[in-house]
């Protein structure tokens, strides 16, 4: 069974322009959710989606990031215009369904450094 | 409202000596509680979880954690370090209502000294 995929694994992008980082959940899983880790700091929560629905986006930093789920598969977390404090790792994780029994599983992460 | 708190942000062991990476957390609701491992330019991955059953929860690679409701504590202990155990590993938590928002702490570095 395939895990939770990212893409870019890594990206370098200048600041002002647009990133899109990409997940596939795995298969079958409504909960899909967006963390972020910036350098030296805690994985902070972004949101969640249930299906194709925003359950919680309290983590959203600011406007400039967008983040969609259409058709409840994969999802897609935009930036844009990056900044520097954007830089980290993006990790994207996923589970079953409701109520926290269910394990939720991470993906590799997508790394992106904005220069 | 959950939190945890990784005491030590670096550990350093002897390869074969005793793991001890600590935790504490804080739950208004009962928590269930997680450890997470992160490998050198790797995903999560985690290694154990405590969802009110067991208090003492065994996990991959060797690693155990006990949840001790009375110290608000989930240490996760391996009894002998290995060179590949040498990661970072986070604690987490998840309240035990609702839908899942995991909340993490800030890491803990550890190395293995052969």
């Known amino acids: 069974e395939a895990g939770v995929t990212q893409f870019p694994s890594h990206s370098v992008i200048e600041k002002g322009q647009t990133v899109t980082l990409r997940c596939d959940p795995i298969s079958g899983h409504d909960n899909l959710y967006w963390y972020r880790r910036v350098m030296g700091k805690e994985i902070k929560f972004l949101l969640h989606?249930?299906?194709?629905?925003?359950?919680?986006e309290s983590g959203m930093p600011n406007n400039r990031f967008l983040a969609e789920r259409t058709g409840g598969t994969y999802s897609t977390l935009k930036v844009q215009p990056a900044e520097l404090e954007d830089s980290g790792v993006y990790f994207c994780?996923?589970?079953?369904?409701?109520?926290?029994?269910?394990?939720?599983?991470f993906g590799e992460g997508s790394w992106l450094t904005v220069v | 409202a959950q939190s945890v708190t990784q005491l030590g942000s670096h550990v350093s062991v002897s390869e074969g000596a005793l793991v001890l990476l600590r935790c504490n957390y804080s739950?208004?609701?009962?928590?269930?509680l997680f450890w997470y491992v992160q490998y050198p330019n790797q995903g999560l991955q985690l290694l154990l979880k405590?969802?009110?059953?067991?208090?003492l929860v065994k996990g991959i690679n060797g690693f155990e954690a006990e949840f001790k409701k009375s110290e608000t504590s989930f240490h996760l202990t391996k009894p002998s370090a290995h060179m590949r155990d040498a990661a970072e590993y986070f604690c987490?938590?998840?309240?035990?209502?609702?839908?899942?928002?995991?909340?993490f702490g800030t890491g803990t570095k550890l190395q293995v000294i052969p």
């Open positions: 994780a996923s589970s079953q369904s409701r109520g926290a029994r269910n394990t939720i599983y």
């Open positions: 989606f249930v299906k194709e629905s925003k359950q919680d």
């Open positions: 987490a938590v998840i309240g035990s209502g609702g839908y899942q928002k995991v909340t």
């Open positions: 739950s208004s609701v009962p928590p269930y």
């Open positions: 405590y969802t009110s059953a067991a208090t």
